[in-house]
């Protein structure tokens, strides 16, 4: 299930099941998002982007769904595997040259055997 | 291809020091920035660089300076450390409008 740590809201998935992190965005002028995963103590990896022209993007196990509507992101993972324990970060581009980006908090995704 | 380098990695500091903080990439990216982590929270953006001789401010650039002599290095500058820039900093580069490619930060801690 899903809950709000202390820091980062946390969520708890088997082993195998589906994951779906959410993220909300700010600007509805923004036009490019990005996924990242941060491993613990390294820098932030990226998984998978998605323009305003599109309402979904998938890639190797990872989908990313885009609701403009509502200012809605969401990252599915297929068959979640313990390597993607991680802190998982949207991102929304605030211009159209992407030179500023916005981070949002993080979700704790843990992977329970 | 090394991709982004920041050294150090570890840093311990008295108020009122002042460091640099390095960064260098190899990937000819136009595009640099720097963030600072704090625990549990998300990046957020200090100063970003479109090119060499060229910066700007991101949201949190009081205590922080940057500079841009070259494509491949963006070096950050603390000139008096205070304890509220205690954080972990992220260095990042791009082509451009695509995803960025991050260091592995950098941890300080001002004491």
């Known amino acids: 299930g899903e809950s709000v740590g202390l820091h980062l809201p946390t969520l708890s998935v088997q082993e195998g099941d589906n994951s779906i992190i959410n993220c909300a965005y700010s600007n509805s002028a923004s036009d490019y998002f990005i996924w990242y995963k941060q491993e613990s103590g390294k820098g932030p990896q990226f998984i998978i982007d998605?323009?305003?022209?599109?309402d979904k993007r998938q890639g190797q196990r990872v989908t990313v769904l885009l609701n403009k509507t509502v200012k809605h992101l969401s990252l599915q993972i297929a068959a979640t595997q313990p390597g993607d324990s991680a802190v998982y970060f949207c991102?929304?581009?605030?211009?159209?040259?992407?030179?500023?980006?916005?981070f949002g908090p993080g979700t704790r995704l843990s992977v329970l055997p | 291809n090394a991709g982004v380098t920041q050294t150090p990695k570890f840093r311990i500091l008295k108020i009122g020091q002042s460091m640099t903080l390095q960064c260098a990439q190899d990937?000819?990216?136009?595009?640099m920035y720097w963030y600072r982590q704090d625990p549990g929270m998300g990046l957020k953006l200090i100063y970003y660089s479109v090119g060499a001789g060229i910066t700007d401010k991101g949201e949190v650039p009081n205590g922080y300076n940057v500079s841009r002599s070259t494509t491949e290095d963006f070096p950050l500058r603390l000139e008096l450390a205070a304890p509220s820039q205690t954080s972990v900093y992220f260095c990042a580069s791009s082509p451009g409008d695509q995803p960025q490619h991050f260091g592995d930060g950098t941890r300080l801690s001002i004491l």
């Open positions: 990937m000819n990216h136009n595009y």
């Open positions: 991102a929304e581009s605030l211009d159209n040259y992407g030179q500023n980006f916005v």
């Open positions: 998605i323009r305003s022209n599109m």
